[in-house]
């Protein structure tokens, strides 16, 4: 199954924001969630936000509501992640991932099927 997780990420000064956007092309949408993770250096991989494709619910890690908003467009099978007003601490590497509904719990990195590589993030102050 194709899965990837396109470029996106960057450099920006706080404040500022940057959009992922991850594609599965190979998947049925209604049968997975999509979402990211995040790990910085010395840090353990944590959950950010998730989309679930059976009933479109989206979550978010506490430290990004109300900044970060999570989409899909199913046409073409792509879940984005938009990110504003970006603070130093989200600095990080991000992953999308996937796994099949039902059968994960959510942000819990051992229940995910596919991994997209990553892609760097970098919010200087």
Same mark, same amino acid.
């Given at each position: 199954l194709r899965f990837s997780c396109r470029r996106g990420g960057g450099s920006v000064q706080a404040g500022g924001s940057l959009r992922l956007s991850c594609a599965a092309p190979g998947f049925t949408f209604d049968d997975y969630g999509i979402g990211w993770f995040r790990q910085a250096p010395g840090k353990e991989r944590e959950g950010v936000s998730w989309f679930s494709g059976d009933d479109e619910s989206t979550y978010y890690a506490d430290s990004v509501k109300g900044r970060f908003t999570i989409s899909s #467009?199913?046409? *073409? *099978?792509?879940? /984005?992640l938009q990110m504003n007003n970006l603070k130093v601490e989200d600095t990080a590497v991000y992953y999308c991932a996937t796994a099949v509904v039902g059968d /994960? #719990?959510?942000f819990d990195a051992d229940d995910m099927d596919y991994w997209g590589k990553g892609t760097q993030v970098t919010v200087s102050s």
């Open positions: #467009d199913n046409a *073409k *099978k792509t879940v /984005y /994960y #719990d959510l």
